[in-house]
C-alpha cells in the first residue's frame, strides 16, 4: 500500500500550458510538502503546507501554486509552463513534531518542450 | 538558513570495501540531519536520521554516520559495499524549531564495481 502518490509519473506538455500533478498520502500526516529536482539531481523544497499554514520558498514563481482539498492530498498546479521548468517534481509527507522523518512520493518527472 | 555541502559528487569503490561519503553544513540554529537514498527512477528513502542524543546513528542496509557538532559533519559510513548499494545519497538538514523543510546537499554518487 503505497505511502505517498504522485500522479502522472511522466507528464510532457507544451510551454504556455497549464498543468496540475496530484499527491495523495495514507499516513494520516499532518503536513505535505513539494519538491524540485532539476537535471544536476538537485533537491530543493517549493512548499510546505498544513492545515494552518502555508510556507514557501521565496524563490519559487507565483505560476506555482500548491491546492489541498483535504489534509491527505496537496496538488501542484504549474501555470504558463516554461521550458526551465521541466526538472522531477516531489511530493512528501511528515508528521511533524519530534518524529520529522519524511515520507516521498515517487515523483513526476516533467518535461516542457 | 541553512546549507549543505557534500564535498563529492561521485564516488567509485570496489565491492566489499568501505566507503564514506562526506557531508558538512552551516546553520545559524540547532537542526535535525538525515541521509537519504534515490536508487535510479526511484523517490528517496530514508537511510538514518540523527535528532539528539548518541553522535553514532546507526540506519538501514548496514549504514551508519556520526554527528561531529564543532566540525559540522555528519559523514555517511558503511563497512563493505554491495552492487546494490549503488545509488545517489543526499544528506539533509532541517531546523528543529520549524517542522521539516528539508534543506538538502547536492548529493552524490556511489558507484560500486564488482
Known amino acids: 500500500d503505497t505511502a505517498v502518490s504522485q500522479t502522472p509519473k511522466y507528464l510532457v506538455t507544451q510551454m504556455g500550458n497549464d498543468k496540475s500533478i496530484k499527491c495523495e498520502q495514507n499516513l494520516g500526516h499532518d503536513t505535505m510538502y513539494w519538491y524540485k529536482q532539476d537535471s544536476k539531481k538537485f533537491l530543493k523544497i517549493m512548499f510546505s503546507y498544513n492545515n494552518k499554514e502555508l510556507i514557501i520558498n521565496e524563490t519559487v514563481p507565483n505560476r506555482f501554486s500548491p491546492k489541498s482539498p483535504d489534509k491527505a492530498h496537496l496538488n501542484l498546479h504549474i501555470n504558463s509552463l516554461e521550458l526551465g521548468d521541466s526538472a522531477v517534481y516531489f511530493c512528501?509527507?511528515?508528521?511533524?513534531?519530534?518524529?520529522?522523518?519524511?515520507?516521498f512520493g515517487q515523483g513526476t518527472r516533467l518535461t516542457v518542450v | 538558513a541553512q546549507s549543505v555541502t557534500q564535498l563529492d559528487s561521485q564516488v567509485p569503490v570496489f565491492e566489499e570495501a568501505p566507503v564514506e561519503l562526506r557531508c558538512n553544513y552551516s546553520?545559524?540554529?540547532?537542526?535535525?540531519l538525515f541521509w537519504y537514498v534515490q536508487y535510479p527512477n526511484q523517490g528517496l528513502q530514508l537511510l538514518l536520521k540523527?535528532?539528539?542524543?548518541?553522535?553514532l546513528v546507526k540506519g538501514i542496509n548496514g549504514f551508519e554516520a556520526e554527528f561531529n557538532k564543532s566540525q559540522t559533519s555528519f559523514h555517511l559510513r558503511k563497512p563493505s559495499v554491495h552492487i546494490s548499494d549503488t545509488a545517489e545519497y543526499f544528506c539533509?538538514?532541517?531546523?528543529?524549531?520549524?517542522?521539516?523543510?528539508?534543506?538538502f546537499g547536492g548529493g552524490t554518487r556511489l558507484m560500486v564495481k564488482p
Open positions: 539533509a538538514v532541517s531546523p528543529n524549531n520549524a517542522g521539516n523543510m528539508l534543506t
Open positions: 512528501a509527507s511528515s508528521s511533524g513534531g519530534m518524529n520529522t522523518e519524511a515520507f
Open positions: 540523527y535528532l539528539s542524543g548518541s553522535t
Open positions: 546553520s545559524s540554529v540547532s537542526v535535525y
